[in-house]
C-alpha cells in the first residue's frame, strides 16, 4: 500500500511553487515598504502559550489543536496561528527595550485539526503582521492598509473590509452580563462546549460553528453597544483614518474573530462570495497576559492557501518564472566533459543551465530542452570539441549564433542580452 500525504495537507509541487514565490516576494516588498522586518519562530511551542494567549475557551484551543507530550514529558503544540509565538519572540528576546513600534511579518505553517472544506487545510501556510508598541488607532489603520494593498497589487477586485470594535476587558465585562441575560433562557438548547462557555466566556458562543448555535445567538445584543467612551473614541479615529487613506469599509457589528486575545478594532476581509479571507485586530494585553510588559499590539493572519484560490477564482494568472537559460548537450563522452565545464561556469556566472544526465540522443535531448522551455541550446559532438567552435540556437526563432568555446563569456553576453 503507498503511503500518502496526511487527512488534510497538500503537497506544493515544482509546477507551482512559483505562484507561492509570486505572492511572498510581493508581501516581502510592501512589508518592505511599511517598514516590517522577518521574524521566524519554530514550528511548535509549548502548550501553555496558546492556552494562555488564544483562550481556553476557543474552539482553536479547545477542539483544534495538535498537541502531543515528547519524551521529556513536556505537553508541545504545533502552532495553530502565529500572532502568539511572534509574541512570544518578541518578549522572551527582550524587543520591548528597542525603539517602538516594532513591526514584524512571517511566514509560518500552521496546523488546526478541522473539519475539510473549501480552502481549509489542517496544515495550512499563514502570511502575518504584528506592529508591538503603539495604542494610536493610526497603527490600525496602517495596518489594514497592507492588507488592501496586497488585494489591489494582485489585482483581485470585489473584497470588502469589514471592521467592528471588541472594547477593553472593562468593556466586555459589561457585555458578558447582558449576553448571559440574553441566552439563560436558551441554555439548554446550546451544544455542550456551548454550556461550558457560558459562565467561563460567553462572547465565544457568538463565534460557534454548530448551526442551532449560530440561530440561538442570531438575535444577540452586540458588542459595540457596550463599548466605553475610550474604546469608542479609538473606533471613531480609526474610521476617520481609513477615510483620509480612501480606503472603503463597513462596520459589522457581528465581528467578534475566534480569538480570546482580540481587545478595540478587529477587522475582516471577505471576498466577493462573502468568504472571510484575512482577519486581524488589536490585542492590547496579549503582551503582558504572557508574561511581558504592558504593551499594546496590533496585527493581521492571511492564509496563503485561500489568496491562491482567490487570484484562481478572480481568473488572474500569475507570471511563470523563466526555468531554464541554456540547455548544454552532448553527442558522445568527450563532449559530455566540456559540457559539464561550460555548465559549471556558467552557473557560476547565474546563468541557469542544464545538460545531458540520462544518456539521451541528440533528439531526445532537444525534445528535453523544449520540455524545461530553455531559451537557447548548444550540442557539442566531435567537431565542436575539435575546431572548438559551437552553434548556440535560439529555441524561439531558431536562429543561431557562432560563438567561440575558449571564450565563454561570449554565451553569457548572448544570454543575457
Known amino acids: 500500500m503507498n503511503i500518502q500525504a496526511p487527512k488534510g495537507t497538500k503537497d506544493i509541487l515544482p509546477a507551482n511553487i512559483y505562484k507561492w514565490h509570486y505572492v511572498e516576494n510581493l ?23 496558546f492556552i494562555r494567549g488564544v483562550g481556553e475557551t476557543t474552539d482553536v484551543v479547545q477542539k483544534e489543536m495538535y498537541t502531543f507530550e515528547d519524551k521529556g514529558g513536556r505537553s508541545i ?23 517602538q ?11 488546526r485539526y478541522e ?17 508591538c508598541g503603539s495604542k494610536e488607532a493610526s497603527i490600525d489603520a496602517e495596518v489594514i492598509s497592507l492588507v488592501m494593498r496586497v488585494y489591489k497589487e494582485l489585482g483581485i477586485e ?74 469608542s473614541t479609538h473606533f471613531e479615529s480609526l474610521k476617520k483614518y481609513l477615510i483620509v487613506m480612501d480606503i472603503d469599509f463597513a462596520v459589522d457589528p457581528h465581528i467578534v474573530r475566534g480569538l480570546d486575545y482580540y481587545t478595540k478594532t478587529v477587522f475582516e476581509v471577505h471576498d466577493k462570495s462573502g468568504i472571510a479571507i484575512c482577519g486581524g485586530g488589536r490585542y492590547d494585553n496579549l503582551i503582558s ?21 482567490s487570484l484562481e477564482e478572480n481568473g488572474i494568472e500569475i507570471p511563470s518564472e523563466k526555468y531554464m537559460d541554456i540547455y548544454v548537450g552532448s553527442m558522445n563522452e568527450e563532449s559530455k566533459y566540456e559540457a559539464i565545464k561550460i555548465v559549471n561556469h556558467l552557473r557560476e556566472n547565474g546563468i541557469k543551465c542544464e545538460c545531458n544526465h540520462m544518456e539521451r540522443s541528440v533528439k531526445a535531448q532537444m525534445k528535453y530542452a523544449n520540455k524545461i522551455e530553455a531559451y537557447y541550446t548548444i550540442i557539442l559532438g566531435e567537431d565542436e570539441i575539435k575546431t572548438r567552435i559551437a552553434k548556440i540556437k535560439r529555441m524561439s526563432d531558431g536562429q543561431q549564433f557562432e560563438i567561440k568555446l575558449d571564450n565563454l563569456q561570449e554565451i553569457i553576453n548572448i544570454v543575457e542580452d
Not at 500572532?83 to 528597542?98: D, V
Not at 513600534?101 to 496546523?111: A, S
Not at 440561530?215 to 457596550?226: E, F, Q, T, W
Open 27 to 49: 508581501f516581502r516588498k510592501l512589508c518592505s515598504v511599511y517598514g516590517c522586518k522577518e521574524i521566524r519562530t519554530p514550528m511548535f511551542e509549548n502548550t501553555e502559550l
Open 77 to 99: 503544540t504545533l502552532k495553530p496561528e502565529g500572532t502568539a509565538p511572534a509574541i512570544r519572540a518578541f518578549i522572551e528576546n527582550g524587543l520591548f527595550n528597542e525603539v
Open 101 to 111: 513600534p516594532t513591526k514584524l511579518y512571517y511566514f509560518t505553517p500552521c496546523f
Open 115 to 131: 473539519k475539510m472544506q473549501k480552502g481549509r487545510f489542517r496544515e495550512h501556510h499563514q502570511f502575518g503582521v504584528e506592529v
Open 158 to 231: 470585489g473584497v470588502q473590509l469589514k471592521i467592528n470594535s471588541m472594547g477593553c476587558p472593562s468593556c466586555r465585562k459589561k457585555y458578558n452580563e447582558a449576553l448571559k441575560e440574553f441566552l439563560k433562557d436558551k441554555y439548554e438548547d446550546l451544544c455542550e462546549t456551548c454550556k461550558s462557555r457560558f459562565e467561563k466566556n460567553p462572547l465565544r458562543i457568538l463565534d460557534c460553528k454548530v448551526n442551532s448555535c449560530k440561530g440561538i445567538v442570531s438575535g444577540a445584543p452586540i458588542i459595540s453597544d457596550y463599548i466605553c467612551e475610550e474604546c
Open 289 to 309: 497576559e504572557i508574561g511581558g510588559p504592558e504593551l499594546p499590539s496590533m496585527g493581521f493572519g492571511m492564509g496563503i492557501e485561500r489568496l491562491l484560490m
